[in-house]
RNA sequence: GGGUUGGUAGCUCAAUGGUAGAGCAGCGGCCUUUUAAGCCGUUGGUUGCGAGUUCGAGCCUCGCCCAACCCA
């Protein structure tokens, strides 16, 4: 990337020869108007506006000539005439460069060709662009140019820009849904002692004047329970989670979470926050209940709809219609075979619950397209939740699936200590995994009944906005640094 | 970690083991309502990096780097 050639010394050549007559193409200040969509909405022949943007497109037509700008609104195209410039500014005007950010005073008319634009009287140099931009209609191909240079994206692909505008949007709206529901936001640690509130690895960090080691928190859960303990009844926080664990188009080390706590709610209600949430977000953001997610050509190759009410169903009722009616009437040994048989990967060293669990990760999670709430399952696999009145084998959760994918899971949470301690410790077992203690004690001081959920943030854009990698809702994925 | 595919001009892409090309962008010229403007001319390459095979390698072989996808 610090490499030249003939195109970028051409442009510091114009940026020299500039600085020589004296213009300096980098500018502290200019105010715009209006933006370029504000003036094309109150469009009058004659207007005086001052607009800003950068030269998108360049059209020479002699003694005249027609560049595009673009600010975040939109374009607007500048038309530019030797005799009403002059002769040097217009020779200036000229040799202006793609990309270069330009600021121009003039007034609004139509063209022959029924285009809304300004005739200049004056211009601005506000920013030279040193280097050439990549496309000028073919769009960016180069996916590691799109991710490790994304300002190149965000320029050359108006649909990328589209996708992170909406996902700010959905991070907006759930804000306000949550709000508008007596959650209040809150902040905690990123930094932990003790990485808690999951099964993942952390990363390490090194704190010097304290001389110990932090971990990057890998879930939001164990602060904002303390919260609810300390009276904040119903707390959310969407924030960053760090996981050391492989890169895939599911997964990038650092992700968005979005936790909530109620106090006082319990799974069942978490799903009716789910829900509604969920359907609040497309119906604000995309205008429809149904998402369409289309391949390269534009085909549709999956539909989600998210018209409520969603579906719910037991894990071991779900397990059945895949693995068998009998399934959980089976012995360890048949089950693990029959899992086999059906295609699911059986690990060695696997126990029962987790053969059962991997039926369904591999069987029944991709097929999970329509939302689903997946509940009560094993208790084995979420040692944070209450157990169920109704099955002392399982939880009172619920995963919610959508897209093949798991998006939110939510509990009946643990409120319970001594019980709680247990089920910690049996997770722990020989992995020497450092309890949180201080959690165990705040939970002894005693929490109210609650309900909880977890969003993958990151996830829930794929599915609404129809982008099949995490990279492409994610403005700076993780990538291997270029040497 | 394993497999597959890819990396050629600023961008998008070509090129049987035999002189590295096109379109666009750029540069120069003509053109005062164009819009993927047009017309004429023209510059631009360490073919990801490093070895090897060969009279000759973008192409074949080996190693490495980066990316995408699939698998673990």
């Not at 990549?134 to 050359?156: C, F, V």
């Not at 306000?176 to 959650?183: A, M, Q, S, V």
């Not at 247990?422 to 077992?429: N, T």
């Amino acid at each position: 990337m610090d490499d030249t050639n003939s195109l970028i010394e051409q442009r510091r050549a114009k940026l020299a020869s500039l600085r020589e007559r004296g213009i300096d193409p980098f500018r502290n200040k200019f105010t715009p108007s209006e933006s370029c969509l504000e003036a094309r909405e109150n469009y009058s022949e004659g207007r005086e506006v001052q607009l800003a943007g950068r030269i998108t497109a360049h059209r020479d037509m002699g003694k005249s000539l027609f560049v595009d700008i673009r600010d975040q609104s939109g374009r607007m195209q500048v038309y530019a005439q030797k005799n009403a410039l002059g002769e040097e500014p217009f020779e200036i005007f000229k040799h202006l460069d793609l990309a270069d950010f330009l600021g121009v005073k003039g007034t609004m008319f139509t063209t022959k060709t029924g285009e809304i634009s300004v005739k200049a009287e004056s211009f601005v140099i506000l920013a030279k662009s040193l280097r050439p931009p990549p496309a000028k209609w073919h769009g960016l191909e180069d996916t590691e140019i799109r991710y490790r240079q994304r300002y190149l994206d965000l320029i050359s692909n108006p649909e990328v820009k589209e996708v992170f505008l909406k996902r700010s949007a959905i991070l907006r709206e759930m804000r306000g849904f949550l709000e508008h529901r007596g959650y209040t936001e809150v902040e905690t640690p990123m930094m932990q002692a003790i990485p808690g509130g999951a099964a993942a690895r952390p990363f390490k960090t090194h704190h010097n004047a304290l001389g110990c080691d932090f971990y990057l928190r890998i879930a939001l859960e164990l602060p904002l329970k303390r919260l609810l303990v300390g009276g904040l009844d119903r707390v959310f926080e969407i924030g960053r989670n760090f996981r050391n664990e492989g890169l895939s188009r599911r997964h990038n080390p650092e992700f968005t979470m979005l936790e909530a706590y109620q106090a006082y709610g319990d799974y069942e209600s978490m799903m009716e926050l789910v829900q509604g949430l969920v359907c609040h977000l497309a119906e604000s953001v995309l205008d429809t209940l149904v998402i369409e997610h289309k391949d390269t050509e534009g085909n549709v190759v999956r539909t989600i709809d998210l018209n409520p009410p969603w579906r719910r169903v037991t894990y071991k009722n779900l397990v059945r219609e895949t693995a068998g009616a009998d399934w959980f009437e089976l012995t360890p040994a048949q089950r693990r075979e029959k899992a086999s048989a059906l295609g699911a990967e059986i690990g060695e060293a696997y126990e029962d619950f987790e053969v059962t669990q991997a039926v369904f990760e591999k069987l029944i999670e991709p097929t999970l397209i329509n939302p689903t709430f997946v509940t009560h399952a094993p208790k084995q696999l979420i040692p944070l939740a209450k157990l169920s009145p109704d099955d002392p084998d399982c939880v009172e959760v619920f995963e919610c699936c959508i897209n093949g994918q798991e998006i939110a899971p939510g509990y009946t949470e643990q409120n319970d200590p001594i019980e709680q301690r247990e089920r910690l410790e049996h997770q722990a077992g020989g992995e020497q995994q450092k309890l949180d203690e201080d959690f165990l004690i705040a939970l002894e001081h005693g929490m109210p009944p609650a309900g909880g959920i977890g969003i993958g943030v990151d996830r829930l854009c794929m599915m609404l906005l129809g982008q099949e990698s995490i990279r492409d809702v994610v403005l700076f994925p993780q990538l291997r640094p270029k040497t």
